[in-house]
């Protein structure tokens, strides 16, 4: 395996322990797309991976940040990757969209709270799928 090959393998195991087991699939068929890449074997390999800060650390900067973007899809999508892993309890749950609406606003703490609820429903519907 060469030194590229090992980078992507190890981006994408990271992007499976941020978002949960076998979300990384998805990107296997763009492995030979530049800006592909560069997220898994930078952004997620290296920085994802960086002990500086926890998943869960780096996920509550992410929230906030999309959150003042107003899309509530890319929550979702680390809203769920945060309730595979068990990060948060529904009271803290609860919280987030409380807490960020003196930062970010009615409208765009609207998007955190339908992402949030999104990810619960969806989370819900697997379980009872199971």
Do not use: C
């Amino acid at each position: 395996m060469t030194m590229k090959e090992d980078a992507w393998n190890e981006g994408l195991e990271i992007v499976d322990a941020v978002y949960g087991p076998g979300y990384s699939v998805m990107m296997e068929p763009y492995k030979d797309h530049r800006f592909n890449r560069e997220i898994v074997t930078n952004l997620f390999r290296n920085l994802w991976a960086d002990t500086a800060l926890t998943i869960r650390e780096k996920r509550l900067l992410v929230l906030g940040l999309t959150t003042m973007l107003g899309r509530p899809d890319l929550i979702e999508t680390q809203m769920t990757g945060a309730l595979i892993n068990e990060e948060f309890t529904d009271e803290q749950l609860e919280f987030l969209p409380h807490f960020l609406l003196f930062y970010a606003g009615a409208g765009n703490t609207t998007a955190l709270f339908r992402g949030i609820e999104a990810a619960k429903a969806k989370m819900k519907a697997a379980k009872d799928g199971a």
